[in-house]
Structures are given as structure tokens and as C-alpha cells.
Nanobody, 124 residues
Framework: QVQLVESGGGSVQSGGSLRLSCAVS????????MGWFRQAPGKEREGVAG???????TYVDSVKDRFIVSRDNGRNTVYLQMNSLKPEDTAMYYC??????????????????WGHGTQVTVSS
């Protein structure tokens, strides 16, 4: 059974940093595409960043130059380094695993497995 467990969320002030981790078990992780999504209260889930097993990465425009997605296939873990955080980054953050080839790394319906999320709160 595939399981994804996120960690690293918390509360920070504007301009601060956090690193989210997502540990994957129960599958041959290194061939999956991995994505990070977020959902704020009253808003739709939004694709934030994605990384293919090849290392190719994609970001939503609002986090480019601030967030970095990476993966460690040896540790079955994907990371989201978040810098220069803003109050509008406040949301529940989820990681997801999908097939090796996805048409869009930021489309939630492309992903098969999901974690339960970790809360990120940024105060001004």
C-alpha cells in the first residue's frame, strides 16, 4: 500500500523559510512524478511545484524564485524548500505521487496517491 507522509509545516513570519518533506513508502518511488499542492480555506487546491523522476521541475508562477522542489530517490523523499514566505502562502500543503509521465505536473487529477497534508501559516 502506497503511503505519503508530509512533515515540516509550521508557523513563520513573513520573509521566513520552511522545508517540507514527504516520505513515500509501499512503492518503487523513484519512477513516480511527485507534486506539491496547497489549499487555503475557501479556495481550490492549487498545484505549487512538481518534479519528474528525471529531475525536470515545474512551478506555479507565484512561487517561482522562492520555492525549490527536490527529491532524494535513495531516501524515498521529496522536499519543498520555501523561502521568502508571504501571508498568501498560508495553506494546507499536500504531496502527491503520479505516473512517470504526466501531461501536467501541476494538475491534481494527474496524481494517484496523496498525503494527509501539513499546515503552513505565514503571519505578516
Amino acid at each position: 500500500q502506497v503511503q505519503l507522509v508530509e512533515s515540516g509545516g509550521g508557523s513563520v513570519q513573513s520573509g521566513g523559510s520552511l522545508r517540507l518533506s514527504c516520505a513515500v513508502s509501499g512503492t518503487t518511488y523513484n519512477r513516480y512524478s511527485m507534486g506539491w499542492f496547497r489549499q487555503a480555506p475557501g479556495k481550490e487546491r492549487e498545484g505549487v511545484a512538481g518534479i519528474r523522476w528525471t529531475g525536470d521541475r515545474t512551478y506555479v508562477d507565484s512561487v517561482k524564485d522562492r520555492f525549490i522542489v527536490s527529491r532524494d530517490n535513495g531516501r524515498n523523499t521529496v522536499y519543498l524548500q520555501m523561502n521568502s514566505l508571504k501571508p498568501e502562502d498560508t495553506a494546507m500543503y499536500y504531496c502527491a505521487a503520479g505516473r512517470p509521465v504526466l501531461s501536467s505536473l501541476l494538475a491534481s487529477d494527474e496524481y494517484v496517491y496523496w498525503g494527509h497534508g501539513t499546515q503552513v501559516t505565514v503571519s505578516s
